[in-house]
């Protein structure tokens, strides 16, 4: 059975930011010499690299357990279905048992894709789950998607040194996200070194004992260490016997409302089972609606601000709409960009590309949405969804006071500047 804490803490994002702050690490001491240091030639010691990989997660989800058994909570392990609205029948190592209940929560999660063109059958076809529980870093690697995943463990194998080659079907890096993203992410992954090859389609992939081949259509082929293929995640929502219990799904996932409630009374969903987003935080949000609605509290979410954060390097975060989708949906924008290049702290710390994107409804100054492109976006971002959540305009975000010097304060510049009052930039 899987490990406590799901895929984000054992084989997702906690594994992953290992990796990349490791990577972003090693990449530092090649750039010693900006900041007048001699850090002398870095060797990657892979095993050591993976060991601490999968040393945090277990951390981690040792400590999962540790509440669990404090809060009382009864963990029984083995595979789950729903035998009605109110029972649950599990398949155990020690036989079948029943457990009843007045109300159910479905976190069943999601699993990576696994297309038919890999050759599963060898462990040169790798999915997350395997890159990030390897015991060694791969000699060279090929990775199939250029999404979210793709270019974050990118990032991770060209800052390290190894021979990188990203394949994406589509016509350029992170399809879902903004152009600007997609420019930013693939100067960086060139920057570092990564063979990009966009609008490219594999054909079929072998394996042998030494190595894996993938035909390109038009007949090119790539030959790497390892392939790990990032085209995407499936939700857990096979054999759980929600037919029976007259759960619906919905485009593959479980339909739920905003207070996470299925069609079937006292059954829940949260998370990559019943979500189109697959973050760990907007599952988590989820989880406290539906436990909350589980034990008679009434509550509800409409889920419509929920940052997504690309961790390369630089990060990529956003929340609410774009421009683009904004002006879509008839709304009279006005749009303000605050270049890093401006900050004081990005200058400091010689992170200076990027740049703080705010979209407002142009009469009142009511934030629709922004994008930030810098080295701590993920941290950024929080302070304009917690103003979008809160209904908060660009000029109380102006009018409060941020620290300095701090990549958060470019929050503020951006607003300055759209409100027409710039003071460390004339940048529109």
């Known amino acids: 059975m899987g490990k406590l804490g799901g895929v984000c803490l054992n084989v997702g994002c906690i594994p992953t930011k290992a990796m990349l702050h490791a990577s972003d690490i090693y990449r530092q001491f090649?750039?010693?010499?900006?900041?007048?240091?001699?850090?002398g030639d870095p060797e990657v010691d892979g095993p050591a690299f993976m060991r601490r990989v999968v040393k945090v997660a277990e951390g981690l989800s040792k400590g999962v357990a540790l509440l669990l058994r404090k809060r009382g909570v009864t963990v029984i392990r083995g595979r789950g279905r729903l035998a009605g609205r109110d029972?649950?029948?599990v398949e155990t190592d020690d036989g079948s048992e029943e457990v009843r209940a007045r109300s159910i929560i479905l976190a069943t999660g999601s699993s990576p894709a696994r297309p038919g063109f890999a050759p599963w059958h060898s462990d040169r076809a790798w999915?997350?789950?395997e890159a990030t529980t390897a015991d060694r870093l791969p000699q060279s690697v090929l990775i199939v998607g250029g999404g979210v995943i793709g270019c974050e463990f990118a990032t991770v194998y060209a800052e390290l040194g190894i021979p990188t080659t990203v394949v994406e079907m589509l016509d350029r890096l992170l399809p879902t996200f903004g152009e600007e993203a997609s420019k930013t992410v693939r100067k960086s992954l060139k920057q570092r070194g990564a063979e990009l090859l966009?609008?490219?389609?594999?054909t079929g992939m072998k394996a042998t004992k030494k190595q894996v081949t993938a035909i390109l259509e038009g007949g090119r082929t790539l030959e790497a260490d390892r392939a790990l293929v990032a085209v995407g995640r499936v939700a857990n929502v096979e054999n759980l016997g929600l037919e029976d219990a007259g759960v619906e799904c919905d485009g593959g996932i479980i339909r739920v409302d905003d207070a996470c409630r299925t069609s079937a009374d006292g059954i829940y969903a949260i998370g990559d089972c019943a979500a189109s987003l697959q973050y760990a935080h907007l599952a988590s949000r989820m989880g406290t609606v539906a436990a909350d609605n589980a034990t008679g509290h009434p509550?509800?979410?409409?889920?419509?601000?929920v940052p997504q954060v690309v961790y390369t390097h630089p990060e990529i975060a956003t929340v609410g709409q774009t421009e683009a989708e904004a002006r879509e949906a008839g709304r009279q924008v006005r749009v303000a960009r605050f270049p890093l290049q401006a900050s004081?702290?990005?200058?400091?710390?010689d992170e200076t590309e990027g740049e703080v994107k705010l979209v407002a409804e142009a009469e009142h100054g009511e934030i629709l949405g922004a994008s930030v492109i810098a080295a701590r976006a993920a941290d950024v971002i929080q302070e304009i969804a917690l103003a979008m959540k809160n209904?908060?305009?660009?000029?109380?975000v102006a009018d409060t006071i941020h620290p300095h010097p701090t990549f958060g304060e470019?929050?503020?510049?951006?607003?300055?500047?759209?409100?027409?009052?710039?003071?460390?930039t004339t940048a529109g």
């Open 410 to 424: 470019c929050v503020h510049e951006a607003a300055d500047l759209w409100l027409g009052f710039p003071v460390h």
């Open 391 to 396: 209904e908060l305009t660009v000029e109380e």
């Open 344 to 349: 004081g702290l990005a200058r400091a710390y």
């Open 30 to 39: 090649g750039r010693a010499d900006r900041f007048g240091l001699a850090a």
């Open 198 to 202: 966009t609008g490219a389609k594999i």
């Open 127 to 129: 999915t997350t789950d």
């Open 87 to 89: 029972t649950l029948a």
């Open 299 to 305: 509550a509800h979410d409409p889920l419509n601000v």
